[in-house]
């Protein structure tokens, strides 16, 4: 399980390292290995589950294998795009535990 929740502390350093908060983030997506990936890191982030996903995550639209971080980054800027957004935050597990977090 630990290793699913290799997303949380890839978002607790990009905030550190941009100086932004959760607060600042106008959406996320958060990538749905395994539907509670994004709970847990919502949760244990206390991000607000409005923005989180909101076209549906990998369950409803889908895991493309090698592809994964494209089709999230490509759904978050368009959404961001639709809304006028400032920030996005995208997070998504890797294999063995590692994670990576990208703020646009």
């Not at 997303?7 to 959406?27: C, H, V």
């Not at 919502?42 to 089709?71: E, I, M, Q, R, Y």
Request: include cysteine; charge should be neutral.
């Amino acid at each position: 399980v630990v290793m699913l929740e290799g997303p949380i502390p890839a978002t607790e350093n990009a905030f550190k390292r941009s100086g932004l908060t959760m607060s600042q983030m106008d959406i996320y997506e958060v990538n749905e290995a395994f539907a509670p990936v994004p709970v847990a890191w919502a949760k244990a982030l206390g991000a607000d589950f409005n923005k989180l996903n909101v076209n549906g995550g990998a369950c409803a639209l889908g895991h493309p294998l090698g592809a994964t971080g494209v089709k999230i980054m490509t759904t978050m800027l368009y959404e961001m795009e639709k809304r006028g957004a400032r920030y996005g935050l995208q997070a998504i597990c890797e294999g063995g535990g590692t994670a990576n977090a990208t703020i646009i």
